[in-house]
């Protein structure tokens, strides 16, 4: 699949997405190849930030991908793992306002990266349109220095969805 978008304000962003169900379901391989290019006004950090009213305008742009394969291990299930990389640089073209949002430095450059495990139950019927079956996911993933961040820390996420015929 490819995707893309803009905005009024000049954001704009570009994907290209490509899932693969090889040996008769035994192997899924899936990947994302995106770039982001986003303006806004960042009003700051809590409820008496926005309150205030006052933003500065910022520029984040740069590119994130995601590799994920997953094997058939027994009755539905799925294991494998992901790896997911994202470096934005975030500008402003303003200089911030006394009394207004404050900012970590006129430029910030993010830099993260995740690898981790990922486990699937799949029960549905089809994997675009499903009209009946489970499918649970789980998604953990350890971000740090080793694999390419700037930061460590951990993300665990589930997803838990049941498909129903209708009529």
Same mark, same amino acid.
């Given at each position: +699949?490819? %995707?893309?978008? =803009? ?18 379901? =035994? /192997?899924r &391989? &899936? ?16 409820? $008496? ?20 394969? &997953? ?7 799925y294991? +494998?793992?992901?790896?997911?990389? %994202? ?21 910030a450059? /993010?830099?993260?990266?995740? %690898? ?6 799949? $029960? ?8 009946r ?18 930061? $460590?820390?951990?993300s665990?996420?589930?997803a838990?969805?049941?498909?129903? $015929?209708?009529?």
């Amino acid at each position: +699949g490819v %995707l893309g978008s =803009k905005t009024t304000n000049g954001s704009w962003g570009a994907a290209f997405v490509q899932s693969l169900h090889l040996s008769r379901d =035994k /192997i899924r &391989l &899936l990947g994302v190849a995106a770039y982001g290019d986003v303006n806004y006004a960042f009003y700051g950090t809590g409820q $008496s930030a926005g309150d205030a009213g006052l933003s500065v305008e910022l520029n984040q742009a740069g590119p994130a991908g995601m590799v994920e394969g &997953l094997v058939h291990v027994g009755h539905r299930w799925y294991a +494998g793992a992901r790896y997911l990389a %994202l470096h934005m640089t975030v500008t402003s073209p303003e200089i911030p306002i006394p009394g207004g949002p404050t900012l970590p430095g006129v430029h910030a450059d /993010i830099r993260t990266a995740s %690898l981790g495990p990922r486990v699937d139950f799949d $029960s549905r019927d089809n994997p675009f349109y499903a009209t009946r079956g489970t499918q649970l996911q789980t998604i953990i993933g350890f971000y740090g220095e080793g694999i390419g961040g700037h930061r $460590s820390y951990q993300s665990y996420q589930g997803a838990l969805n049941r498909y129903h $015929s209708i009529g």
